[in-house]
C-alpha cells in the first residue's frame, strides 16, 4: 500500500474516491458484523468502518486491533448518514469502507491515553515525551512553533537579513549567568563555553560588514529554572548596521504582527506603545509590566513624612517607598479577605500591608487614628480613592515596595476577573540604567551587557554619577512577561574602554575576556544595534500554553535533567582521562 491522503484532510469532496491511509489507532468499537476505527495521524482522525460482508479478512484482523496500533487502511470514501454525522471534527461528514487492512507495528499498553487535556504527571509525560507528542494539542503546539520559525525567516529574508551561523563551542566570557562549560580533550586543562547567546559573534558580524544579521539560535545558560526558563533555549537573534533605536523597534514590531497574523490570523497593531524604565517603575513597580489592566501604584511618600503612623514616617524619612493601589469597589471585601492580603504581602516580603476602606461619609481602617483629618484625605485624594474603594499600601526600600505591589496588583487583578486573556498588550521599556550597583561584588555591573551605549547625552555622567546614566537599551514586554531585549551598541575604542573601567576591568582583564572583539573594534566599527526574543516565549503566547515545555520538543525538568534519555548521565573513565578530569572522590 501506498498512502494517498492524511487522516484529518479527507472531506465531502473526496466521497467514493479509493484512498490509502495510514496512521495509529485512536479507538476501536466492534458492534457484532461492524468494527469502527478513529484513525489518527498528525492531520485529525478519520472513521474507518470494517464490515465483514465487505472484507472478511480485514475484518478478522481489525478485531485484533488496539490503542496505538500502526496501521494501513485501503478503502473507499462514503458519506455518513445524517444522525451519524460527528461535528465535532473535521472528518465528520464522511467515513470510510476498508476494502484491505495492513497491520504495520502493534504497541504495547500506552501509560497513558492519547487525548487532549490531558490530567497526568508531567514527570510520566516526559518519561515517555513520544507519546505525549502524539497527543494533538502538543503536536499542534509544535505546528504552531514551526509556523513561527518560518514567519520570522520569510519576515526577515524579505527585509535583506543573511542568516548566518555562530559557533555552538566558545570562548567562556562573563556575561551574567553560570556557563556550561566544555573540556577540550585536544588542549588539556582548557573548556569552551556553550553560548549564553551569540551577542560578540553579531557584533563581529556587524564589523564584518553584513549589515543585516539573523539566527534562530540555540542559547545555553546554567542557572536555576522555573515555569518560563530552561537551561537550552532558542533565541531570534538579530543585529542591524547603521540604525538608532527607532529603527530596530520599527523593524521587530512589523515582525512580531506578522508572526501573530500568520500563526493566528490575528492583527497586531502597530506602533507599540513605549514606556520609560522609571515610568514603568513607578507606575507597576516592574519593568514587565501587564498594562491589560488599571490597578497602577501611587507614590504617597511625600504626604507622610510628617504623619504619626511610624511604619510610613521611618519609611520615608530613610529614603524608601510608600506606594498603594487603589482596589477599585473592592471597600466590600470581608475582614478575611482583606487579612489574606496582608498574608500575601507578607510571603511576598513585605513586613505587612496597610489599608484602608472609604465609607460614603467615613473611613475604617486601623491606621485611621494615626492620621490627622487633613492628612487622611490628602491621601485618599492622592489615591483618588471613592466610596466603595479599598486602598492598600506597602512601606520598605524602593526594591521590595515596587515588588510586593506589583505581585499583589496581578493577585487582584486575577481575583476581581480584570484580566482579558484574549488580549495581547505590546509595551516597549526604553531608557533602562545603564549601570546597577552589586552589593556582593561591591562594583557597578551592565544591566544589560557591558557592550550596550549610553544615551549620548549621559555619557559625561558615566565616572562620576553611573547610576544617573541612561542606556540606549529596550525590552518588548507582552501581558507582562518580557518577549526580548536589546540595544544599540558601543562601536567606538574609546567608549568601550570608558564602560569597562566603571564596570572595574583592567585593561589585562579586558583583552583576557573580549581581546577579540577589541581588537575588531580597531578595524573601522559601523554603528549598529539588535535584539534577541526568546523564540519559546512566543510560542507560548501563540499556542495558550502556561508551561515553556508544553512548547519545546524534549524539555527538561526543573533540575535540569531530561527523564526520557536519563542525561545528565555518568561516563566511562576512560572517557574522563581522556579529557583530563577527576571526579572528586566526594562526588563518587
Not at 442 to 468: C, G
Request: hydrophobic share 40%; with cysteine; charged share 30%.
Amino acid at each position: 500500500m501506498k498512502r494517498t491522503h492524511m487522516c484529518g484532510d479527507l472531506r465531502p469532496q473526496h466521497i467514493e474516491s479509493k484512498v490509502v491511509l495510514m496512521g495509529w489507532v485512536q479507538k476501536r468499537r466492534d458492534l457484532g458484523g461492524v468494527i469502527f476505527v478513529d484513525l489518527r495521524d498528525r492531520s485529525g482522525l478519520v472513521q474507518i468502518v470494517f464490515d465483514k460482508d465487505i472484507n472478511e479478512r480485514a475484518f478478522t484482523l481489525a478485531d485484533k486491533l488496539r490503542s496505538e496500533f500502526v496501521i494501513a487502511v485501503d478503502g473507499i470514501v462514503k458519506k455518513r448518514p445524517q444522525e451519524n454525522i460527528n461535528p465535532k471534527i473535521k472528518t465528520g461528514d464522511i467515513e470510510v469502507f476498508a476494502h484491505d487492512l495492513l497491520i504495520l507495528n502493534p504497541s504495547k499498553t500506552p501509560p497513558f491515553s492519547i487525548e487532549e487535556n490531558l490530567k497526568v504527571d508531567e514527570g510520566i509525560r516526559l518519561k515517555y515525551r513520544y507519546l505525549d507528542l502524539r497527543r494533538p494539542d502538543m503536536q499542534r503546539n509544535l505546528i504552531i512553533r514551526s509556523m513561527a520559525t518560518k514567519a520570522v525567516r520569510d519576515f526577515l529574508y524579505n527585509r535583506g537579513f543573511l542568516e548566518i551561523e555562530t559557533p555552538m563551542l566558545t570562548k567562556s566570557t562573563p556575561e551574567g549567568a553560570r556557563d556550561y562549560l566544555v573540556p577540550s580533550r585536544l588542549n588539556p586543562g582548557k573548556f569552551y563555553a556553550l553560548p549564553q547567546s551569540p551577542q560578540l559573534f553579531k557584533q563581529i558580524l556587524m564589523v564584518a560588514g553584513m549589515e543585516r544579521y539573523f539566527q534562530i539560535v540555540r542559547c545555553f545558560r546554567d542557572e536555576d529554572l522555573r515555569a518560563d526558563r530552561q537551561p537550552e533555549f532558542t533565541q531570534i537573534d538579530l543585529e542591524m548596521s547603521f540604525v538608532d533605536i527607532d529603527d530596530v523597534i520599527k523593524l521587530n514590531e512589523e515582525m512580531i504582527s506578522y508572526v501573530f497574523n500568520q500563526t493566528l490570523g490575528v492583527e497586531i497593531k502597530t506602533p507599540f506603545p513605549r514606556l520609560t524604565y522609571s515610568e514603568a517603575i513607578e507606575k507597576y513597580g516592574t519593568d514587565k509590566p501587564d498594562t491589560r489592566f488599571g490597578l497602577e501604584l501611587v507614590d504617597v511618600t511625600d504626604l507622610v513624612l510628617k504623619c504619626e503612623f511610624k511604619v510610613f514616617r521611618t519609611a520615608a524619612e530613610k529614603g524608601g517607598l510608600v506606594k498603594g493601589i487603589n482596589a477599585k469597589g473592592c471597600g466590600s471585601f470581608s475582614r478575611r479577605e482583606i487579612d489574606s492580603l496582608v498574608d500575601l504581602a507578607k510571603e511576598f516580603g513585605a513586613k505587612g500591608l496597610a489599608w484602608v476602606v472609604v465609607e460614603d461619609e467615613s473611613i475604617r481602617s486601623p491606621i485611621e487614628k494615626f492620621f490627622s483629618q487633613k492628612e487622611m484625605a490628602d491621601l485618599i485624594e492622592r489615591m483618588n480613592g471613592q466610596p466603595g474603594d479599598l486602598l492598600l499600601f506597602v512601606a520598605d526600600n524602593p526594591k521590595v515596595t515596587n515588588f510586593v505591589l506589583n505581585q499583589l496588583r496581578q493577585k487582584l487583578a486575577l481575583k476581581l476577573g480584570l484580566i482579558d486573556a484574549k488580549k495581547f498588550n505590546f509595551v516597549w521599556i526604553v531608557e533602562f540604567p545603564l549601570l546597577e550597583y552589586d552589593e556582593e561584588e561591591r562594583r557597578y555591573v551592565a544591566m544589560h551587557h557591558p557592550f550596550t551605549s549610553p544615551v549620548e547625552e549621559d555619557i559625561p555622567l558615566m565616572e562620576e554619577q553611573p547610576l544617573k546614566v541612561r542606556a540606549k537599551a529596550y525590552d518588548l514586554v507582552l501581558n507582562g512577561v518580557e518577549l526580548g531585549g536589546g540595544s544599540i551598541r558601543i562601536h567606538s575604542e574609546d567608549l568601550q574602554e570608558k564602560m569597562f573601567n566603571v564596570l572595574g576591568f583592567s585593561k589585562e582583564k579586558a583583552k583576557e575576556k573580549f581581546g577579540f572583539l577589541l581588537e575588531a573594534f580597531e578595524y573601522g566599527t559601523p554603528p549598529h544595534g539588535g535584539i534577541a526574543f526568546g523564540l519559546d516565549r512566543i510560542v507560548m503566547f501563540l499556542t495558550g500554553s502556561e508551561n515553556i515545555r508544553d512548547v519545546i520538543a524534549f524539555p527538561k525538568t526543573q533540575n535540569a535533567t531530561c527523564l526520557m534519555t536519563q542525561a545528565p548521565s555518568e561516563v566511562e573513565p576512560k572517557q574522563l582521562e581522556e579529557l583530563s578530569i577527576k571526579i572528586h572522590e566526594n562526588l563518587k
